[in-house]
Nanobody, 123 residues
Framework: QVQLVESGGGLVQAGDSLRLSCVVSGLAFNRLTMGWFRQAPGKEREFVALISWSTLDTYYTDPVKGRFIISRDNAKNTVSLQMNSLKPEDTAVYYC????????????????WGQGTQVTVSS
Protein backbone atom coordinates (compact mmCIF):
# COMPACT_ATOMS: atom_id res chain seq x y z
CA GLN A 1 0.00 0.00 0.00
CA VAL A 2 0.99 3.61 -0.50
CA GLN A 3 2.29 5.33 2.61
CA LEU A 4 3.67 8.80 3.22
CA VAL A 5 4.79 9.38 6.79
CA GLU A 6 5.79 12.87 7.92
CA SER A 7 7.80 13.72 10.99
CA GLY A 8 9.71 16.61 12.49
CA GLY A 9 7.02 19.09 13.42
CA GLY A 10 6.98 20.88 16.72
CA LEU A 11 6.53 24.10 18.66
CA VAL A 12 9.26 26.70 18.18
CA GLN A 13 9.81 30.42 18.55
CA ALA A 14 10.02 32.91 15.71
CA GLY A 15 13.44 32.79 14.09
CA ASP A 16 14.02 29.12 14.90
CA SER A 17 14.41 26.26 12.44
CA LEU A 18 12.77 22.90 11.89
CA ARG A 19 13.41 20.06 9.47
CA LEU A 20 10.47 17.99 8.26
CA SER A 21 10.89 14.57 6.70
CA CYS A 22 8.55 12.34 4.71
CA VAL A 23 9.28 8.67 4.12
CA VAL A 24 7.48 7.17 1.12
CA SER A 25 6.66 3.54 0.44
CA GLY A 26 4.56 1.74 -2.16
CA LEU A 27 5.50 4.18 -4.94
CA ALA A 28 8.25 4.54 -7.53
CA PHE A 29 9.79 7.35 -5.53
CA ASN A 30 12.79 7.85 -7.82
CA ARG A 31 10.48 8.76 -10.72
CA LEU A 32 8.11 11.07 -8.84
CA THR A 33 8.09 14.78 -8.26
CA MET A 34 7.42 15.33 -4.57
CA GLY A 35 5.98 18.28 -2.75
CA TRP A 36 4.91 19.88 0.50
CA PHE A 37 1.65 21.64 1.27
CA ARG A 38 0.41 23.31 4.43
CA GLN A 39 -2.90 24.24 5.97
CA ALA A 40 -3.19 26.99 8.55
CA PRO A 41 -6.15 27.32 10.92
CA GLY A 42 -9.19 28.63 9.07
CA LYS A 43 -7.46 28.55 5.70
CA GLU A 44 -7.38 26.26 2.69
CA ARG A 45 -4.52 23.89 2.08
CA GLU A 46 -1.83 25.61 0.01
CA PHE A 47 1.23 24.63 -1.97
CA VAL A 48 4.61 25.23 -0.34
CA ALA A 49 7.39 23.59 -2.35
CA LEU A 50 8.25 20.86 -4.84
CA ILE A 51 11.28 19.02 -6.11
CA SER A 52 11.30 17.21 -9.44
CA TRP A 53 12.56 13.69 -9.93
CA SER A 54 14.46 14.25 -13.19
CA THR A 55 16.37 17.54 -13.01
CA LEU A 56 15.92 18.11 -9.26
CA ASP A 57 14.41 21.50 -10.04
CA THR A 58 12.76 23.16 -7.07
CA TYR A 59 9.93 25.64 -6.79
CA TYR A 60 8.64 27.54 -3.77
CA THR A 61 5.66 29.68 -2.94
CA ASP A 62 6.71 33.31 -2.50
CA PRO A 63 6.26 33.55 1.30
CA VAL A 64 8.89 30.86 1.94
CA LYS A 65 11.46 31.71 -0.72
CA GLY A 66 14.89 32.23 0.78
CA ARG A 67 13.88 30.54 4.03
CA PHE A 68 12.76 26.99 3.14
CA ILE A 69 14.75 24.36 1.25
CA ILE A 70 13.23 21.18 -0.18
CA SER A 71 15.47 18.19 -0.84
CA ARG A 72 15.25 14.47 -1.48
CA ASP A 73 17.26 11.36 -0.74
CA ASN A 74 16.33 8.67 -3.23
CA ALA A 75 18.32 6.01 -1.38
CA LYS A 76 16.03 6.52 1.60
CA ASN A 77 12.80 7.30 -0.28
CA THR A 78 12.67 10.52 1.69
CA VAL A 79 11.76 14.10 0.90
CA SER A 80 12.64 16.81 3.41
CA LEU A 81 11.77 20.43 4.08
CA GLN A 82 14.31 22.52 5.93
CA MET A 83 12.52 25.53 7.40
CA ASN A 84 14.67 28.42 8.59
CA SER A 85 13.82 31.80 10.08
CA LEU A 86 10.36 30.59 10.94
CA LYS A 87 7.59 33.13 11.34
CA PRO A 88 4.26 32.89 13.17
CA GLU A 89 2.51 32.93 9.80
CA ASP A 90 4.24 29.62 8.99
CA THR A 91 2.10 27.95 11.65
CA ALA A 92 0.18 25.15 9.95
CA VAL A 93 -0.18 21.44 9.50
CA TYR A 94 2.38 20.44 6.88
CA TYR A 95 1.56 17.62 4.46
CA CYS A 96 3.82 15.60 2.21
CA UNK A 97 2.34 14.90 -1.23
CA UNK A 98 3.00 12.59 -4.16
CA UNK A 99 1.17 12.45 -7.50
CA UNK A 100 -1.39 9.66 -7.72
CA UNK A 101 -1.77 9.83 -11.49
CA UNK A 102 -0.49 11.78 -14.48
CA UNK A 103 1.88 14.72 -14.24
CA UNK A 104 2.55 16.73 -11.14
CA UNK A 105 0.54 19.87 -10.48
CA UNK A 106 0.45 22.13 -7.46
CA UNK A 107 -3.29 21.64 -7.07
CA UNK A 108 -4.83 19.46 -4.38
CA UNK A 109 -6.10 16.98 -6.95
CA UNK A 110 -4.62 13.59 -7.76
CA UNK A 111 -2.36 13.39 -4.72
CA UNK A 112 -1.35 10.87 -2.15
CA TRP A 113 -1.08 12.57 1.24
CA GLY A 114 0.74 11.97 4.44
CA GLN A 115 -1.02 12.31 7.78
CA GLY A 116 0.40 15.76 8.39
CA THR A 117 2.71 17.15 11.03
CA GLN A 118 1.97 20.24 13.12
CA VAL A 119 4.33 23.21 13.01
CA THR A 120 3.62 25.96 15.51
CA VAL A 121 5.69 29.15 15.61
CA SER A 122 5.19 31.46 18.56
CA SER A 123 5.91 35.18 18.54
Amino acid sequence: QVQLVESGGGLVQAGDSLRLSCVVSGLAFNRLTMGWFRQAPGKEREFVALISWSTLDTYYTDPVKGRFIISRDNAKNTVSLQMNSLKPEDTAVYYCAAPSTGFWTSSLDNKYWGQGTQVTVSS
